[in-house]
């Protein structure tokens, strides 16, 4: 294959193969007499996997550093990393698809780039003009889209989001509004919030803490800078309500950790 041919083949710039060729990510091939390069199939699947790796964000040190471990591999397992990678890359568009089914399906001015799963958490829930509700809806569909939350969580919490007590409750926190970061209130609207967590709640935010662990997440105490934004979206007692609750919710989160620690054990 000649350079233009190998570069449409895996979809990259005939620049890019240059360069590719400048930093010595990709061998020089040998040329024909008439002076081209004369690329073969081991050329390509390499630039593939140069294309791979850099479209999921290593650098170009660390992309050499995979394709050296990759010297001494067979040519068919190269491929079918490769053919793994594109299957994975299929099903993320899939389920990209199917998110945008759901939005594109919904009524005009109801649709919300939310997963499937906290959509059907969100209808489980009254109708109400709270604004804290309304806050609270906005911070969990950050987080689903951060990831740091499942549908785990979101089954366990099916129940919460129905009681109209828990409604009650976002009502109290909207008027403290205007009161004082020490109001009497603020502690028992707390601790009312935290009892109306299931303890179930705590195991499935443990269990997907410890999964994100092992692929460089960690729990609720490493997330400072989230915290600090989030309470600087309330009023001086509303944000010392969510301070206590947060904090009770982080004790619980280790205590939960610790025990299903020691139950692998």
């Given at each position: 294959m000649r350079i233009g041919e190998i570069a449409a083949l895996v979809g990259v710039t005939t620049r890019a193969?240059?360069?590719y060729h400048h930093v010595g990510l990709l061998p020089e091939p040998d040329?024909?007499?008439n002076g081209y390069?004369?690329?073969s199939v081991r050329d390509a699947v390499r630039l593939a996997r140069v294309r791979r790796l850099t479209e999921l964000g290593l650098s170009l040190d660390e992309v050499r550093d995979v394709l050296a471990d990759d010297a001494g591999r067979e040519l068919a397992e190269v491929l079918a990393e490769l053919d793994a990678d594109l299957?994975?890359?299929?099903?993320?568009?899939a389920e990209r698809r199917r998110r945008l089914a759901v939005l594109l399906a919904a009524p005009p001015g109801e649709a919300e780039p939310v997963s499937p799963a906290l959509a059907e958490l969100l209808a489980k829930a009254p109708a109400t003009a709270s604004p804290s509700a309304a806050l609270d809806r906005e911070h969990?569909?950050?987080l689903d889209a951060s990831g740091a939350v499942g549908e785990e969580?979101?089954?366990v919490l099916g129940t919460v989001a129905a009681d109209p007590a828990v409604l009650a409750l976002y009502e109290r926190l909207d008027?403290?509004?205007d009161a004082d970061a020490d109001d009497p209130r603020i502690g028992p609207l707390a601790a009312e919030l935290v009892a109306a967590v299931p303890a179930e709640a705590f195991a499935a935010v443990t269990r997907g803490a410890t999964?994100?662990?092992t692929e460089g997440g960690g729990g609720p105490r490493e997330l400072p800078g989230f915290l600090e934004a989030l309470l600087a979206e309330y009023a001086p007692a509303q944000a010392e309500v969510v301070r206590r609750v947060m904090e009770a919710f982080t004790d619980t989160w280790a205590t939960e950790t610790k025990r299903t620690e020691r139950g692998r054990e």
């Open positions: 193969i240059r360069h040329r024909r007499p390069r004369a690329y299957a994975r890359q299929q099903a993320e568009l969990l569909s950050l969580l979101y089954a008027e403290l509004a999964r994100g662990a």
